[in-house]
């Protein structure tokens, strides 16, 4: 596949992406914002930040096909950026019982795309990357339309 052809593929994904988004947003399950101690919403806050950041970081770099600096930042969205590393073990068990299960599950998901997105980023195999990013940004408007449905309706 050519280069140009690989771009135009993922601009489709890329749009077909942004349109999964207007219809997950207009068919949300039950939302309910999720209710955390202000500590813990503060970090998580600034975890879906950083995320938000990477994610639009890694579209560019995989349009443009920079694979090795998008590897970096699926790496680190895998990892994730600040939750695991800032907590204490009791701050980590607290946020885990304060959450929904199906946040916890969409969210180790999300974070599993990030390692299999490196993975097929090292591998050169773009267009799979292009599909699991897709995958990765319905991913979050999923989430943020059941737990934040509040920052849509706000357009943050």
């Not at 601009?11 to 947003?25: D, E, H, N, R, S």
């Not at 999720?34 to 560019?60: F, S, T």
């Not at 995989?62 to 600040?82: C, L, N, P, Q, T």
Request: glycine fraction near 6%; aromatic fraction near 4%.
């Amino acid at each position: 596949m050519t280069h140009t052809r690989r771009l135009a593929s993922l601009a489709g994904i890329a749009a077909i992406a942004l349109l999964t988004l207007q219809l997950t947003a207009r068919a949300a399950p039950k939302a309910r914002a999720l209710k955390l101690p202000p500590e813990l919403a503060a970090m998580l806050k600034k975890e879906m930040l950083l995320l938000d950041g990477g994610m639009r970081e890694l579209l560019g770099h995989i349009v443009r096909g920079e694979r090795s600096a998008a590897a970096r930042i699926a790496d680190k969205v895998h990892a994730s950026f600040i939750l695991k590393r800032s907590l204490s073990k009791a701050q980590l068990g607290q946020l885990l019982r304060a959450l929904p299960k199906q946040f916890i599950k969409q969210d180790r998901a999300f974070h599993g795309d990030g390692a299999k997105l490196a993975k097929a980023l090292r591998a050169r195999q773009l267009t799979k990357a292009a599909s699991i990013y897709a995958r990765m940004v319905r991913a979050c408007v999923s989430c943020h339309v059941r737990f934040a449905p509040g920052l849509l309706a706000r357009g943050r």
